[in-house]
């Protein structure tokens, strides 16, 4: 079945860095659009990042510049460099797989459990 385990959150102060890890299995993930997104106290969930197959990256513009989304397909691990962080970037960062294989649909059934960032001085 589909695994997604995130790690790498903790506190961090303003202006620091965090480095998020996604290791998967259970399916081609070499084959899919992978997402990151998150979800702040008491708002919904809100797209980050998400990059293709093909290594083509893209960014919500609250993160451009500052964050690095990547992935090792022979790892079949997914990446997020956060750099710059601000106390707004607190939440609960999940990775997921597009519903679709080959194709960006921006569904995504698949998440996993979440890693905790807190940007807090």
């Known amino acids: 079945q589909v695994q997604l385990v995130e790690s790498g959150g903790g506190l961090v102060q303003p202006g620091g860095s965090l480095t998020l890890s996604c290791t998967t299995s259970?399916?081609?993930?070499?084959?899919?659009?992978m997402y990151w997104v998150r979800q702040a106290p008491g708002k919904g969930l809100e797209w980050v990042s998400v990059v293709s197959p093909g290594n083509n990256k893209y960014y919500a513009d609250f993160v451009k510049g500052r964050f690095t989304i990547s992935r090792d397909n022979a790892k079949n691990t997914l990446y997020l460099q956060m750099d710059s962080l601000k106390s707004e970037d607190t939440a609960l960062y999940y990775c997921?797989?597009?519903?679709?294989?080959?194709?960006?649909?921006?569904?995504?059934?698949?998440r996993g459990q979440g890693t905790q960032a807190t940007v807090s001085s």
């Open positions: 997921a797989k597009d519903d679709s294989e080959f194709y960006r649909t921006d569904k995504y059934s698949d």
């Open positions: 259970g399916f081609t993930f070499s084959t899919y659009w």
